[in-house]
């Protein structure tokens, strides 16, 4: 086993180039600076491989979509305020069923926001982001571990499914080093066929957004639909923790799951049976798994560094079948294992059950 | 006793945070005297930028926008047209102008819109960590280029001043530096001709100034300042670049019928 | 166990190869291990601040709220972190930079003139791995050995000299405390 100790952002350059990423375009911005600068550096040296700064992220996400016609495994990472720009090329992905692999290290927000971890940005990630209506896989990594493998396990779901992935991490998870073992990535499974490479002597190809025929174009969003459909029954990942006795069940993601761990284990020593339930895809989102818990504990606690986006995706989940509770910290605050110790010990009795004077 | 220097009235009175020996201090300084000296405090709104700069309504006391990263002449285009007799102002580094808002300077300069463009011009993305600038020199070393700028893959530092001065829109253009006394002067004196260029409603104006970045270039401050001299003015080439005279009224080429 | 330590000075000081040095050496000795650096526009040209987590088990926050041990390299460090410190926590203090003295009555405080010692060595710039050398003293939170593995390793320095040097600043720090805990 070869674990090195490398940060997040270089993580997630390092694991993409295993799985074979061959184009990388991005522009700065804070706190994912070192995605492209270890591209910069990395990229050059494999054979293939191809590096640009672009002008804007607006340039990035279609220069993305360039390489990823062309055949090429490509990659683009930003923050909050880039990815807002990249929306209307990750909607091109979308429409023209084109694979690429796009970062979101989340900063605070609204507008130019901070530069502090964050989890603002769930509903657009998950909802599609930009116009028209589509999906992309977003996949929520909570250890550095994690980001490598998602990170390379996303490129083959792209693939797969011909269809932009999302890693959907934050800045606390893009800064932070902790030991990585890489794992092997899996050979690239995509027909030439689907390759825009010159036509040679065959049928040209077209790739395109533009379907002016109405029904042509609603045949084609059902057929995107029920590739979506095929990938939130066989896609969804999750994570339990501490539930097999659990009276309540803390659900987050991301960042905050790390920190819900922490807490859990103080509540533990406090005596209370308290577990958690970390969506690892956020959309496709586990609800059926979701709903499962819900048999065994009756009240659910939502934490979000959020004002509450998956706490939506919870409640679709599980309204009507248990009491779903919610603790956010917005803006770029980090909240502690400590002060969600807390919140939990004053809202919940021992039996999870909530304390009557907050019902 | 005869007071000869102080803080000019439109600073407040905050410490700088930028590194030692960055030029945007400086060039804060001279916009902020020239504001006085031309007392437009009251009407002027200034557009800021993303980027190290982004603070800068902590030391300028006027009104002040923050854009989105390169949005700022589109916001002060928005600005101007709804108040046409204030005086608007849009402080830009090389990443915001020349790269992500290359569109939106490009087009208010061609549309001629009477507002003055500070450019900031450090060779680097200084906010997020000394990255390559479309103004970067060839052979420039930052963390995005490694190897050094090289033209056929990064293409070309971009000379924002010469390829504007190319648009009928642009009325004013002047190219200085603020690396030594004599130069931080010269700067000055570009600043006011920029800011009076709008007051007498003739079109798009913009001063870049050439300005050290020490933390990023990794040099020491007079370093830096040697840096411009030896190098980076060769690229950018410091002096008046285009000064249309006033726009008459009839028969001028600049009104289409 | 769960041992959270902030390092804190100016850039430039070598702050954060330190604090790179000893997540690895944590690493290495088989430890759970987060490191988080400060970052964005806040560090340009100004300070520089890094939090070491190190653990038998799982991490779940790398922030340090309360950290057990804290390390500065220079006066605003100090004025900034020392009130963090966990009750009964340690505090290592590059003496010949900090002038000033902790208001920190109920920790520990090392007082090393860390920058005087590697000026003696013959660099100054190893004063960080000084202060590395008491505090692995003090606390043995990482065994030496590995400790300077890592941190060779983190240098990525073949330089026969350079290796030494730091070597014998280590030394220097770790003899220059008598107790350790
Ligand atoms: C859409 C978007 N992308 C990226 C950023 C991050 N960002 C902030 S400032 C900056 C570059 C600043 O460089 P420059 O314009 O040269 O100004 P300087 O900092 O050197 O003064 C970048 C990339 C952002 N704020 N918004």
């Given at each position: 086993?070869?674990?090195?100790?490398?940060?997040?952002?270089?993580?997630?350059?390092?694991a993409a180039i295993r799985a074979g990423c061959r184009f990388y375009?991005?522009?700065?911005?804070?706190?994912?600076?070192?995605?492209?600068?270890?591209m910069?550096?990395?990229l050059?040296?494999v054979?293939g491989g191809v590096?640009?700064?672009?002008?804007?992220?607006?340039?990035?996400?279609?220069?993305v979509?360039?390489a990823s016609a062309a055949g090429v495994r490509a990659m683009t990472?930003?923050?909050?305020?880039?990815?807002?720009?990249?929306?209307?090329?990750?909607?091109?992905?979308?429409?023209?069923?084109l694979p690429a692999v796009i970062?979101?290290?989340?900063?605070?927000?609204?507008?130019?926001?901070?530069?502090?971890?964050?989890?603002?940005?769930?509903?657009?990630?998950?909802?599609?982001?930009?116009?028209?209506?589509?999906?992309?896989?977003?996949?929520?990594?909570?250890?550095?571990?994690?980001?490598?493998?998602?990170t390379m396990?996303a490129f083959d779901l792209a693939d797969q499914?011909r269809?932009p992935a999302?890693?959907?991490?934050?800045?606390?998870?893009?800064?932070?080093?902790?030991?990585?073992?890489?794992?092997?990535p899996k050979p690239r499974v995509y027909?030439?066929?689907l390759m825009?490479?010159?036509?040679?002597?065959?049928?040209?190809?077209?790739?395109?957004?533009?379907?002016?025929?109405?029904?042509?174009?609603?045949?084609?969003?059902?057929?995107?639909?029920?590739?979506?459909?095929?990938?939130?029954?066989?896609?969804?990942?999750?994570?339990?923790?501490?539930?097999?006795?659990?009276?309540?069940?803390?659900?987050?993601?991301?960042?905050?799951?790390?920190?819900?761990?922490?807490?859990?284990?103080?509540?533990?020593?406090?005596?209370?049976?308290?577990?958690?339930?970390?969506?690892?895809?956020?959309?496709?989102?586990?609800?059926?798994?979701?709903?499962?818990?819900?048999?065994?504990?009756?009240?659910?606690?939502?934490?979000?560094?959020?004002?509450?986006?998956?706490?939506?995706?919870?409640?679709?989940?599980?309204?009507?079948?248990?009491?779903?509770?919610?603790?956010?910290?917005?803006?770029?605050?980090?909240?502690?294992?400590?002060?969600?110790?807390?919140?939990?010990?004053?809202?919940?009795?021992?039996?999870?059950?909530?304390?009557?004077?907050?019902? | 006793?005869?007071?000869?220097?102080?803080?000019?009235?439109?600073?407040?009175?905050?410490?700088?945070?930028?590194?030692?020996?960055?030029?945007?201090?400086?060039?804060?300084?001279?916009?902020?005297?020239?504001?006085?000296?031309?007392?437009?405090?009251?009407?002027?709104?200034?557009?800021?930028?993303?980027?190290?700069?982004?603070?800068?309504?902590?030391?300028?006391?006027?009104?002040?926008?923050?854009?989105?990263?390169?949005?700022?002449?589109?916001?002060?285009?928005?600005?101007?047209?709804?108040?046409?007799?204030?005086?608007?102002?849009?402080?830009?580094?090389?990443?915001?102008?020349?790269?992500?808002?290359?569109?939106?300077?490009?087009?208010?300069?061609?549309?001629?819109?009477?507002?003055?463009?500070?450019?900031?011009?450090?060779?680097?993305?200084?906010?997020?960590?000394?990255?390559?600038?479309?103004?970067?020199?060839?052979?420039?070393?930052?963390?995005?280029?490694?190897?050094?700028?090289?033209?056929?893959?990064?293409?070309?530092?971009?000379?924002?001043?010469?390829?504007?001065?190319?648009?009928?829109?642009?009325?004013?253009?002047?190219?200085?530096?603020?690396?030594?006394?004599?130069?931080?002067?010269?700067?000055?004196?570009?600043?006011?001709?920029?800011?009076?260029?709008?007051?007498?409603?003739?079109?798009?104006?913009?001063?870049?100034?050439?300005?050290?970045?020490?933390?990023?270039?990794?040099?020491?401050?007079?370093?830096?300042?040697?840096?411009?001299?030896?190098?980076?003015?060769?690229?950018?080439?410091?002096?008046?670049?285009?000064?249309?005279?006033?726009?008459?009224?009839?028969?001028?080429?600049?009104?289409?019928? | 166990?769960?041992?959270?330590?902030?390092?804190?000075?100016?850039?430039?000081?070598?702050?954060?190869?330190?604090?790179?040095?000893?997540?690895?050496?944590?690493?290495?000795?088989?430890?759970?291990?987060?490191?988080?650096?400060?970052?964005?526009?806040?560090?340009?040209?100004?300070?520089?601040?890094?939090?070491?987590?190190?653990?038998?088990?799982?991490?779940?926050?790398?922030?340090?709220?309360?950290?057990?041990?804290?390390?500065?390299?220079?006066?605003?460090?100090?004025?900034?972190?020392?009130?963090?410190?966990?009750?009964?926590?340690?505090?290592?203090?590059?003496?010949?930079?900090?002038?000033?003295?902790?208001?920190?009555?109920?920790?520990?405080?090392?007082?090393?003139?860390?920058?005087?010692?590697?000026?003696?060595?013959?660099?100054?710039?190893?004063?960080?791995?000084?202060?590395?050398?008491?505090?692995?003293?003090?606390?043995?939170?990482?065994?030496?050995?590995?400790?300077?593995?890592?941190?060779?390793?983190?240098?990525?320095?073949?330089?026969?000299?350079?290796?030494?040097?730091?070597?014998?600043?280590?030394?220097?720090?770790?003899?220059?405390?008598?107790?350790?805990?």
């Open positions: 086993m070869n674990k090195v100790l490398m940060q997040g952002n270089r993580i997630i350059g390092e375009a991005g522009y700065p911005i804070t706190p994912q600076n070192e995605i492209p600068e270890y910069a550096e990395r050059p040296e054979e590096f640009i700064q672009s002008e804007s992220e607006i340039a990035a996400i279609h220069m979509i360039g990472s930003s923050s909050s305020p880039g990815i807002s720009l990249k929306q209307e090329g990750i909607s091109s992905l979308a429409a023209c069923e970062i979101n290290m989340m900063r605070g927000g609204p507008g130019l926001g901070n530069i502090s971890p964050s989890q603002g940005d769930y509903f657009q990630a998950t909802r599609g982001g930009g116009h028209g209506g589509y999906r992309t896989i977003v996949l929520g990594p909570a250890t550095v571990q994690e980001m490598a493998d998602l396990d499914y269809i999302m890693i959907l991490a934050d800045g606390m998870m893009g800064q932070m080093m902790e030991p990585v073992v890489f794992k092997e027909p030439e066929s825009m490479r010159g036509a040679g002597e065959g049928k040209s190809k077209i790739i395109r957004g533009l379907i002016l025929d109405p029904l042509e174009m609603e045949e084609h969003n059902w057929t995107l639909d029920r590739k979506y459909r095929v990938i939130a029954q066989s896609e969804t990942r999750h994570e339990h923790y501490k539930t097999e006795d659990a009276e309540l069940i803390l659900v987050a993601y991301g960042t905050a799951a790390r920190i819900a761990k922490g807490a859990i284990k103080r509540l533990r020593e406090a005596g209370l049976r308290v577990g958690l339930f970390r969506p690892i895809t956020l959309w496709p989102f586990p609800t059926n798994e979701l709903r499962e818990f819900a048999k065994k504990s009756e009240n659910f606690l939502v934490f979000e560094m959020s004002t509450g986006q998956m706490l939506e995706d919870v409640r679709l989940a599980l309204q009507g079948y248990a009491r779903i509770g919610f603790h956010g910290r917005p803006g770029g605050v980090v909240p502690t294992p400590i002060e969600l110790t807390n919140v939990v010990m004053h809202q919940y009795d021992r039996k999870g059950g909530v304390i009557e004077q907050y019902q | 006793m005869k007071k000869v220097f102080e803080r000019p009235k439109s600073m407040k009175k905050n410490i700088f945070h930028y590194c030692a020996g960055c030029g945007h201090s400086i060039a804060h300084r001279l916009i902020a005297e020239v504001i006085d000296e031309l007392g437009i405090r009251g009407v002027l709104i200034g557009v800021l930028p993303a980027g190290c700069a982004v603070l800068a309504y902590n030391y300028f006391d006027v009104d002040m926008i923050e854009a989105q990263h390169g949005r700022g002449p589109a916001t002060a285009t928005g600005i101007k047209r709804a108040l046409p007799d204030r005086v608007v102002f849009c402080y830009q580094g090389d990443g915001d102008l020349a790269a992500i808002g290359i569109a939106e300077s490009f087009h208010a300069a061609n549309r001629g819109e009477n507002i003055t463009v500070v450019f900031i011009n450090n060779a680097v993305y200084g906010m997020t960590g000394g990255q390559m600038a479309p103004t970067s020199m060839l052979g420039q070393r930052t963390t995005t280029s490694p190897g050094g700028r090289k033209s056929l893959l990064d293409g070309y530092p971009i000379q924002v001043s010469e390829v504007f001065s190319l648009l009928p829109g642009t009325s004013y253009i002047e190219r200085c530096t603020v690396n030594s006394p004599a130069s931080i002067l010269k700067a000055k004196k570009a600043i006011r001709k920029a800011f009076q260029c709008q007051i007498d409603g003739r079109g798009f104006s913009l001063v870049e100034i050439l300005s050290p970045c020490p933390t990023n270039w990794k040099m020491t401050p007079i370093e830096s300042c040697r840096w411009i001299d030896e190098v980076m003015s060769k690229t950018f080439p410091l002096g008046v670049i285009k000064d249309l005279p006033e726009i008459k009224k009839k028969g001028d080429k600049r009104h289409d019928g | 166990m769960m041992v959270k330590t902030l390092l804190s000075g100016f850039g430039g000081q070598g702050v954060l190869m330190m604090g790179h040095a000893l997540a690895h050496g944590a690493m290495s000795a088989g430890y759970h291990v987060t490191y988080l650096p400060s970052y964005g526009a806040e560090v340009r040209g100004g300070t520089a601040n890094c939090t070491i987590a190190v653990s038998n088990d799982e991490i779940a926050s790398p922030i340090a709220s309360e950290p057990d041990h804290l390390v500065v390299l220079n006066t605003p460090s100090l004025y900034t972190f020392q009130n963090r410190v966990a009750r009964g926590g340690s505090l290592f203090l590059n003496s010949s930079i900090v002038s000033v003295e902790s208001s920190r009555h109920d920790c520990r405080i090392y007082k090393i003139p860390a920058s005087e010692i590697a000026e003696k060595i013959g660099n100054p710039r190893t004063a960080n791995t000084i202060m590395m050398g008491a505090f692995l003293k003090v606390t043995g939170l990482v065994p030496s050995d590995i400790y300077l593995h890592s941190m060779e390793e983190v240098m990525g320095s073949k330089k026969k000299t350079i290796v030494e040097i730091n070597r014998r600043a280590f030394a220097a720090g770790y003899d220059y405390l008598k107790e350790s805990l």
